[in-house]
């Protein structure tokens, strides 16, 4: 790995130190501000579980994670990840604890407005709702914990010194798994957006188990999240331990547990895996923000016990950061992207031309897209997505759900099966059949990404999504993110 590529990479561990030194307060701070369990003590148990969720349970909320946004150069990822981390690093020297979801979705945005980069919309929404969603839903489940856990003790009585022991381990068990939970949905925070320009390539540990690019860049920047437990959380735990409201080490636990809860909910592909798999509705996979997770479930205890004890004003400070956040992080990659890429003459994105081919107007048509309407944009080429953007807002005879559907199948994308690729492909992964499609079209180009699948679609039924109902939702996602895994390693060299 050269030199470039471990400075491109030096934002992402500093956006994963200071996730490190802000959110560990999320798992360990009530436990710390309560002197249940020593820093020392939660600091390790952190480090190691955190890294633990990345590597093993990282995959999910990345992937979503990445449809906000494909940020194809080295340059881009790390201004964006930069930006990110210098929003969080600020905040966390103010002592508040801000959601590092927020900010890299905020550096994130930055970058597609500066690459004129279309925004998935839907991604977008999702991520938004949770932001809704994450602190409610952790003040449920802490309100409906704690009355449990308060009956419970009242009925058996137990020894206070037995209840003290109890309660130690009980936060250490809730904080292992809140790191775990952490590093699993969080990871994606720090590394996803270095995903698609991802200079690592797959290996095999002795032989028999294959370490993905994606799985290294989840362990160095588990690693970095690590060091900043270790280095720089203390602040942020007292905030969060003391500062919002007085716990007792009871509400502490259901605190730890809840925030745990929520977090796993957000980021297990194996519980989406079992809904669907039973025809229920299914959780989203999306980085949320552990932040809101632990403040609404403090905020669920408060109002169980009446409210009286919440420092409202300290809640105040901790919102406002949580507006500023991404707003920062938004500017600030917006504006470094310019100096990185007019001053210091760095490649910070690649342009994805749209191209309204006859190819594309035929594929249209089978959406039932009216050619007719797209008048003379047939035949023409734009730089970017904006430009055609702009172009077809200016036709009158396409509806929303049309301009979208012509969006995605105008965007072009260089894509060329180079049989030297195929040597490295884990059969684990892609399975046999598939491996067997890919090979058929060997040597072949595609201008398009639907086209290569469609492609794919036509030699095997194992590259073929399934009808959308809910119980083939699992399905067809892991399939698409093979699918996006093949673009991603088969596309040509600009």
């Given at each position: 790995?050269?030199?470039?590529?471990?400075?491109?990479?030096?934002?992402?561990?500093?956006?994963?130190?200071?996730?490190?030194?802000?959110?560990?307060?999320?798992?360990?701070?009530?436990?710390?501000?309560t002197?249940?369990?020593?820093?020392?003590?939660?600091a390790?148990?952190?480090?190691?579980?955190?890294?633990?969720?990345?590597?093993?349970?990282?995959?999910?909320?990345?992937?979503?994670?990445?449809?906000?946004?494909?940020?194809?150069?080295?340059?881009?990822?790390?201004?964006?990840?930069?930006?990110?981390?210098?929003?969080?690093?600020?905040?966390?020297?103010?002592?508040?604890?801000?959601?590092?979801?927020?900010a890299?979705?905020?550096?994130?945005?930055?970058?597609?407005?500066?690459?004129?980069?279309?925004?998935?919309?839907g991604?977008?929404?999702?991520?938004?709702?949770?932001?809704?969603?994450?602190?409610?839903?952790?003040?449920?489940?802490?309100?409906?914990?704690?009355?449990?856990?308060?009956?419970?003790?009242?009925?058996?009585?137990?020894?206070?010194?037995?209840?003290?022991?109890?309660?130690?381990?009980?936060?250490?068990?809730?904080?292992?798994?809140?790191?775990?939970?952490?590093?699993?949905?969080?990871?994606?925070?720090?590394?996803?957006?270095?995903?698609?320009?991802?200079?690592?390539?797959?290996?095999?540990?002795?032989?028999?188990?294959?370490?993905?690019?994606?799985?290294?860049?989840?362990?160095?920047?588990?690693?970095?999240?690590?060091?900043?437990?270790?280095?720089?959380?203390?602040?942020?735990?007292?905030?969060?331990?003391?500062?919002?409201?007085?716990?007792?080490?009871?509400?502490?636990?259901?605190?730890?547990?809840?925030?745990?809860?929520?977090?796993?909910?957000?980021?297990?592909?194996?519980?989406?895996?079992?809904?669907?798999?039973?025809?229920?509705?299914?959780?989203?996979?999306?980085?949320?923000?552990?932040?809101?997770?632990?403040v609404?479930?403090?905020?669920?205890?408060?109002?169980?016990?009446?409210?009286r004890?919440?420092?409202?004003?300290?809640?105040?400070?901790?919102?406002?950061?949580?507006?500023?956040?991404?707003?920062?992080?938004?500017?600030?990659?917006?504006?470094?992207?310019?100096?990185?890429?007019?001053?210091?003459?760095?490649?910070?994105?690649?342009?994805?031309?749209?191209?309204?081919?006859?190819?594309?107007?035929?594929?249209?048509?089978?959406?039932?897209?009216?050619?007719?309407?797209?008048?003379?944009?047939?035949?023409r080429?734009?730089?970017?997505?904006?430009q055609?953007?702009?172009a077809?807002?200016?036709?009158s005879?396409?509806?929303?759900?049309?301009?979208?559907?012509?969006?995605?199948?105008?965007?072009?994308?260089?894509?060329?099966?180079?049989?030297?690729?195929?040597?490295?492909?884990?059969?684990?992964?892609?399975?046999?059949?598939?491996?067997?499609?890919?090979?058929?079209?060997?040597?072949?180009?595609?201008?398009?990404?639907?086209?290569?699948?469609e492609?794919?679609?036509?030699?095997?039924?194992?590259?073929?999504?399934?009808?959308?109902i809910?119980?083939?939702k699992?399905?067809?996602?892991?399939?698409?993110?093979?699918?996006?895994?093949?673009?991603r390693?088969?596309?040509?060299?600009?």
């Amino acid at each position: 790995m050269d030199a470039a590529v471990l400075f491109f990479l030096s934002s992402g561990l500093f956006l994963g130190w200071s996730l490190g030194a802000n959110d560990a307060a999320n798992v360990f701070g009530t436990a710390v501000g309560t002197r249940m369990v020593r820093f020392a003590t939660a600091a390790a148990i952190c480090s190691v579980f955190v890294v633990l969720g990345a590597v093993i349970s990282g995959g999910g909320a990345a992937h979503t994670l990445g449809k906000l946004g494909a940020v194809n150069a080295m340059g881009g990822s790390f201004m964006a990840a930069f930006a990110a981390a210098f929003a969080v690093y600020f905040m966390t020297k103010v002592g508040l604890p801000v959601s590092t979801t927020q900010a890299i979705v905020g550096g994130i945005i930055g970058w597609n407005l500066f690459s004129e980069t279309r925004t998935d919309t839907g991604t977008l929404v999702t991520i938004l709702g949770t932001w809704i969603v994450c602190p409610l839903l952790a003040a449920a489940i802490a309100a409906l914990l704690f009355k449990a856990t308060v009956y419970l003790l009242r009925v058996t009585k137990p020894h206070l010194l037995r209840a003290d022991a109890y309660t130690r381990l009980g936060l250490i068990l809730a904080g292992a798994f809140g790191a775990y939970s952490l590093g699993a949905n969080n990871i994606a925070n720090v590394m996803g957006v270095f995903v698609p320009a991802s200079p690592f390539t797959d290996f095999k540990v002795l032989g028999l188990v294959t370490f993905s690019s994606t799985q290294q860049l989840f362990l160095i920047g588990a690693l970095a999240i690590g060091v900043g437990v270790v280095t720089y959380s203390r602040a942020v735990m007292v905030t969060v331990g003391r500062s919002l409201m007085p716990l007792s080490p009871v509400a502490a636990w259901v605190a730890v547990v809840a925030h745990s809860l929520v977090l796993f909910l957000f980021a297990s592909e194996g519980l989406e895996r079992l809904l669907a798999e039973n025809g229920l509705p299914t959780i989203p996979l999306v980085p949320v923000s552990s932040s809101q997770a632990v403040v609404g479930a403090v905020l669920g205890i408060g109002l169980v016990r009446g409210g009286r004890a919440i420092r409202w004003h300290v809640l105040g400070g901790i919102g406002a950061g949580w507006v500023l956040t991404p707003l920062i992080a938004g500017l600030i990659c917006f504006v470094g992207l310019f100096f990185l890429q007019n001053v210091f003459n760095q490649q910070v994105y690649r342009p994805v031309p749209y191209v309204v081919s006859d190819q594309v107007l035929d594929r249209v048509a089978r959406e039932g897209v009216s050619v007719a309407a797209l008048g003379d944009l047939s035949g023409r080429t734009f730089a970017s997505a904006r430009q055609f953007r702009g172009a077809l807002d200016k036709l009158s005879g396409l509806d929303a759900d049309a301009r979208a559907q012509v969006m995605i199948y105008a965007e072009r994308a260089d894509l060329f099966l180079d049989p030297a690729g195929f040597a490295g492909i884990d059969p684990l992964w892609l399975g046999k059949a598939q491996i067997e499609a890919l090979a058929r079209l060997a040597g072949r180009r595609y201008t398009h990404r639907w086209a290569l699948a469609e492609a794919l679609a036509r030699q095997s039924e194992d590259w073929r999504l399934r009808p959308e109902i809910r119980i083939n939702k699992t399905y067809n996602k892991e399939l698409r993110r093979k699918l996006d895994w093949v673009f991603r390693n088969f596309q040509a060299e600009p």
